[in-house]
C-alpha cells in the first residue's frame, strides 16, 4: 500500500514537473504552429501538449509532415488528439501501414485507431476483421491481393476465411519474389530470416523499389539478392536520391551506390548535411570514398563526435588527418581504445591502431612495441610545414627514435615554440627538437636566454649573438648532451627505455579478447597498468 502512494506521489510529481517545464518553455509556441496543421482551436491543441509533454520532443518539420499525411488519408482532428502516441510512429511507417490497410481492403475501417494497431489487426483472420466491420462482408482476399500487382501473381496455398491476414501476404510476397527475382527457396529462407520485416511493407512499394533498382540503379538480380536489405527501402528515397545528390567524392552517384549500397537506406536530406560538415573539415574525396560508412551516421551525431574529438589532446591533433573520418565512425571504440593504452603507458597509438578491427589491435598490444608507423607524424608534419612537410618527414627520419615520439607531443612543442616568438623556419631547421620531451627543451633555453658567463665559457660562445634558430639548436645540442648524443633523449623521465627496441612490458587481461572487442572497456583494466 505504502509503495502504491509512493508510486502516485512520484507520478504526480513527474507529471507536474513536465507541466511545468512545458508551459514555461515551447508549449505555446508549438500550440501555434501545429494547431493549423491539425486543424483544431489553438487553446485546445495547447491543452493537448501540456497533458502529451513527450510530443515537444519530436523533431517540429517531421511532426508537421506526419500531421500533413494523416490529413491528406482523411484522419479527423479529433481522432489525432485523441491518439497523440501514433505521432511518435515515423512517418515512412504511418504510410506503410496504411498502404498495407488500404491493399487489405480496409477503406471505409481505415481510422487513426485502425493504423494505430496496424500490427494486432495484420495479425488477426479475415472473418474477425470482416466480424468488427473493418473490411466488407463480401471481399475475396485473395483477388482482392491479387490485384496489387502489376505482374500475375497467384501463389498456390490452402485459404478460407480462417487465414491470418499476415500469412496471406506473406505468401503473395514469396510468390512475388519468386516470380519478378528467381527467388530460390534458398534466397526465401534468407530473406525471411534476416529481413522478416519485409512482411511490414506495402506490396506497392516493394514493386515501386525493385524496378528502381533494376532500371534506375541498373541492378542485377544477383545484386539485389546480395543486398536483400534494399527491399526496405522508402522508393520515394530512392528517386530522390540522385537530383539531389548526383556526385560524393567527385564519383556518379550510381557508382558510389555499386561499391556501397547501404548509403540509400539512408535519407537524403542526411546525407547532404554529412557531405557539408565533411566539405567544412575539407576532407579529400578519396577518404570520403573509402569511408561511405560514415554517411550512415546522422549530422548531429558527427558533431557531437567532433566535439568529443576536439576536447581530447590526443584526438584533436589528428583532426586534420586525411583520415580522421575512421576516428568519427569509430568514436567510441578509439576513446575506449585509448583509455585502454594510456594505462598501459602507450604514448605513440597511431590512427589506424585505434580504429582498426580487434585482431590488429589485439596484436598490437600484445607485442607490445610503442612506436608509430610514421604515418601519422606524417600527416602532423605536412599540417605543420605545408608543401615542407615531407622535407621535415625526411630530417626527421634520421633520428634513431624518431618513430618513439606520439604526434601529440611535436605539435604541443610546435605551439608552445611559436608563442615563445619562434617562426616555423626556425623550427624547421632544427626539426629534430619535436622529438624532445617539451620541459627539456624550456629548461634548456630558459638557460640559453639567461646568459650565465659559465655556460658561455663552457659552450665556447657569445650567446647575445645568437638568433633564434641558433639559439633552436644550442639547445637541441645540450639536451643530446646529456645523453651523451646517443638520441636516448626523447624518452620522458617516466618511460625508462634503455634503447630503442623496448618493448611494454605488461600483464594483459584475458578480457582483451573477449568483452573488450565489443567495444566495453576490460572490466580488470585499471589493474592491469
Same mark, same amino acid.
Given at each position: 500500500?505504502?509503495?502504491?502512494?509512493?508510486?502516485?506521489?512520484?507520478?504526480?510529481?513527474?507529471?507536474?514537473?513536465?507541466?511545468?517545464?512545458?508551459?514555461?518553455?515551447?508549449?505555446?509556441?508549438?500550440?501555434?504552429?501545429?494547431?493549423?496543421?491539425?486543424?483544431?482551436?489553438?487553446?485546445?491543441?495547447?491543452?493537448?501538449?501540456?497533458?502529451?509533454?513527450?510530443?515537444?520532443?519530436?523533431?517540429?518539420?517531421?511532426?508537421?509532415?506526419?500531421?500533413?499525411?494523416?490529413?491528406?488519408?482523411?484522419?479527423?482532428?479529433?481522432?489525432?488528439?485523441?491518439?497523440?502516441?501514433?505521432?511518435?510512429?515515423?512517418?515512412?511507417?504511418?504510410?506503410?501501414?496504411?498502404?498495407?490497410?488500404?491493399?487489405?481492403?480496409?477503406?471505409?475501417?481505415?481510422?487513426?485507431?485502425?493504423?494505430?494497431?496496424?500490427?494486432?489487426?495484420?495479425?488477426?483472420?479475415?472473418?474477425?476483421?470482416?466480424?468488427?466491420?473493418?473490411?466488407?462482408?463480401?471481399?475475396?482476399?485473395?483477388?482482392?491481393?491479387?490485384?496489387?500487382?502489376?505482374?500475375?501473381?497467384?501463389?498456390?496455398?490452402?485459404?478460407?476465411?480462417?487465414?491470418?491476414?499476415?500469412?496471406?501476404?506473406?505468401?503473395?510476397?514469396?510468390?512475388?519474389?519468386?516470380?519478378?527475382?528467381?527467388?530460390?527457396?534458398?534466397?526465401?529462407?534468407?530473406?525471411?530470416?534476416?529481413?522478416?520485416?519485409?512482411?511490414?511493407?506495402?506490396?506497392?512499394?516493394?514493386?515501386?523499389?525493385?524496378?528502381?533498382?533494376?532500371?534506375?540503379?541498373?541492378?542485377?538480380?544477383?545484386?539485389?539478392?546480395?543486398?536483400?536489405?534494399?527491399?526496405?527501402?522508402?522508393?520515394?528515397?530512392?528517386?530522390?536520391?540522385?537530383?539531389?545528390?548526383?556526385?560524393?567524392?567527385?564519383?556518379?552517384?550510381?557508382?558510389?551506390?555499386?561499391?556501397?549500397?547501404?548509403?540509400?537506406?539512408?535519407?537524403?536530406?542526411?546525407?547532404?548535411?554529412?557531405?557539408?560538415?565533411?566539405?567544412? $573539415? &575539407?576532407?579529400?574525396?578519396?577518404?570520403?570514398?573509402? @569511408?561511405? !560508412?560514415?554517411?550512415? %551516421? =546522422? +549530422?548531429?551525431?558527427?558533431?557531437?563526435?567532433?566535439?568529443?574529438?576536439?576536447?581530447?589532446?590526443?584526438?584533436?591533433?589528428?583532426?586534420?588527418?586525411?583520415?580522421?573520418?575512421?576516428?568519427?565512425?569509430?568514436?567510441?571504440?578509439?576513446?575506449?581504445? $585509448? &583509455?585502454?593504452?594510456?594505462?598501459?603507458?602507450?604514448? @605513440?597509438? !597511431?590512427?589506424?591502431? %585505434? =580504429? +582498426?578491427?580487434?585482431?590488429?589491435?589485439?596484436?598490437?598490444?600484445?607485442?607490445?612495441?610503442?612506436?608509430?608507423?610514421?604515418?601519422?607524424?606524417?600527416?602532423?608534419?605536412?599540417?605543420?610545414?605545408?608543401?615542407?612537410?615531407?622535407?621535415?618527414?625526411?630530417?626527421?627520419?634520421?633520428?634513431?627514435?624518431?618513430?618513439?615520439?606520439?604526434?601529440?607531443?611535436?605539435?604541443?612543442?610546435?605551439?608552445?615554440?611559436?608563442?615563445?616568438?619562434?617562426?616555423?623556419?626556425?623550427?624547421?631547421?632544427?626539426?629534430?627538437?619535436?622529438?624532445?620531451?617539451?620541459?627539456?627543451?624550456?629548461?634548456?633555453?630558459?638557460?640559453?636566454?639567461?646568459?650565465?658567463?659559465?655556460?658561455?665559457?663552457?659552450?665556447?660562445?657569445?650567446?647575445?649573438?645568437?638568433?633564434?634558430?641558433?639559439?633552436?639548436?644550442?639547445?637541441?645540442?645540450?639536451?643530446?648532451?646529456?645523453?651523451?648524443?646517443?638520441?636516448?633523449?626523447?624518452?620522458?623521465?617516466?618511460?625508462?627505455?634503455?634503447?630503442?627496441?623496448?618493448?611494454?612490458?605488461?600483464?594483459?587481461?584475458?578480457?582483451?579478447?573477449?568483452?573488450?572487442?565489443?567495444?566495453?572497456?576490460?572490466?580488470?583494466?585499471?589493474?592491469?597498468?
Amino acid at each position: 500500500m505504502l509503495r502504491n502512494r509512493t508510486m502516485l506521489r512520484l507520478r504526480i510529481f513527474y507529471r507536474t514537473m513536465c507541466q511545468k517545464i512545458v508551459k514555461e518553455n515551447t508549449s505555446p509556441d508549438a500550440a501555434r504552429i501545429y494547431a493549423p496543421h491539425i486543424g483544431a482551436d489553438y487553446r485546445v491543441v495547447h491543452k493537448w501538449l501540456l497533458n502529451n509533454p513527450a510530443l515537444l520532443e519530436l523533431d517540429r518539420e517531421e511532426t508537421i509532415r506526419k500531421l500533413s499525411y494523416l490529413k491528406y488519408v482523411y484522419i479527423t482532428p479529433d481522432e489525432i488528439l485523441e491518439q497523440p502516441h501514433v505521432l511518435f510512429n515515423h512517418l515512412i511507417t504511418l504510410e506503410n501501414r496504411t498502404t498495407i490497410l488500404r491493399e487489405c481492403g480496409l477503406v471505409e475501417g481505415l481510422t487513426l485507431n485502425a493504423i494505430g494497431n496496424y500490427l494486432k489487426l495484420i495479425r488477426k483472420s479475415i472473418v474477425m476483421l470482416k466480424r468488427n466491420y473493418l473490411i466488407p462482408k463480401d471481399l475475396d482476399m485473395y483477388e482482392q491481393l491479387k490485384r496489387q500487382f502489376e505482374c500475375p501473381v497467384e501463389p498456390k496455398l490452402r485459404w478460407d476465411d480462417g487465414t491470418r491476414l499476415q500469412d496471406m501476404r506473406i505468401a503473395f510476397f514469396n510468390e512475388f519474389l519468386t516470380k519478378r527475382l528467381d527467388f530460390g527457396p534458398t534466397e526465401l529462407e534468407k530473406l525471411w530470416k534476416s529481413y522478416s520485416k519485409i512482411k511490414h511493407k506495402s506490396f506497392g512499394h516493394t514493386q515501386r523499389v525493385v524496378d528502381i533498382l533494376q532500371y534506375d540503379y541498373q541492378f542485377s538480380r544477383d545484386k539485389l539478392i546480395a543486398n536483400m536489405f534494399l527491399l526496405h527501402a522508402d522508393p520515394e528515397n530512392l528517386l530522390r536520391f540522385p537530383v539531389e545528390i548526383p556526385t560524393i567524392g567527385g564519383i556518379e552517384l550510381k557508382q558510389v551506390v555499386a561499391k556501397y549500397p547501404k548509403i540509400m537506406m539512408v535519407n537524403y536530406e542526411s546525407v547532404k548535411r554529412v557531405m557539408g560538415i565533411l566539405k567544412q $573539415l &575539407d576532407i579529400p574525396d578519396g577518404e570520403v570514398l573509402k @569511408c561511405l !560508412s560514415v554517411f550512415t %551516421l =546522422s +549530422s548531429k551525431t558527427i558533431e557531437y563526435r567532433l566535439e568529443r574529438l576536439m576536447s581530447v589532446k590526443e584526438f584533436e591533433v589528428l583532426t586534420k588527418h586525411p583520415r580522421v573520418l575512421k576516428l568519427i565512425q569509430y568514436h567510441t571504440k578509439a576513446a575506449i581504445r $585509448l &583509455d585502454y593504452l594510456q594505462q598501459l603507458k602507450v604514448r @605513440c597509438a !597511431s590512427l589506424d591502431v %585505434l =580504429s +582498426s578491427n580487434s585482431q590488429n589491435f589485439e596484436r598490437y598490444v600484445r607485442e607490445g612495441c610503442d612506436r608509430t608507423k610514421g604515418k601519422d607524424t606524417g600527416h602532423v608534419l605536412r599540417h605543420i610545414f605545408k608543401e615542407r612537410g615531407d622535407a621535415a618527414l625526411q630530417k626527421i627520419k634520421r633520428h634513431p627514435n624518431w618513430f618513439h615520439v606520439p604526434v601529440l607531443q611535436m605539435q604541443e612543442t610546435v605551439d608552445t615554440l611559436l608563442k615563445k616568438k619562434f617562426t616555423l623556419d626556425d623550427i624547421f631547421n632544427n626539426v629534430h627538437i619535436l622529438l624532445y620531451p617539451l620541459n627539456r627543451i624550456e629548461e634548456k633555453l630558459t638557460a640559453l636566454e639567461s646568459g650565465d658567463p659559465k655556460l658561455q665559457e663552457e659552450m665556447g660562445v657569445e650567446l647575445y649573438r645568437a638568433d633564434k634558430t641558433q639559439l633552436l639548436a644550442l639547445a637541441l645540442y645540450l639536451v643530446e648532451l646529456e645523453f651523451h648524443f646517443t638520441g636516448d633523449g626523447v624518452w620522458p623521465e617516466q618511460v625508462q627505455q634503455s634503447d630503442s627496441s623496448s618493448t611494454i612490458n605488461v600483464e594483459l587481461p584475458s578480457s582483451l579478447s573477449g568483452e573488450y572487442k565489443f567495444g566495453k572497456k576490460p572490466s580488470n583494466a585499471n589493474s592491469s597498468s
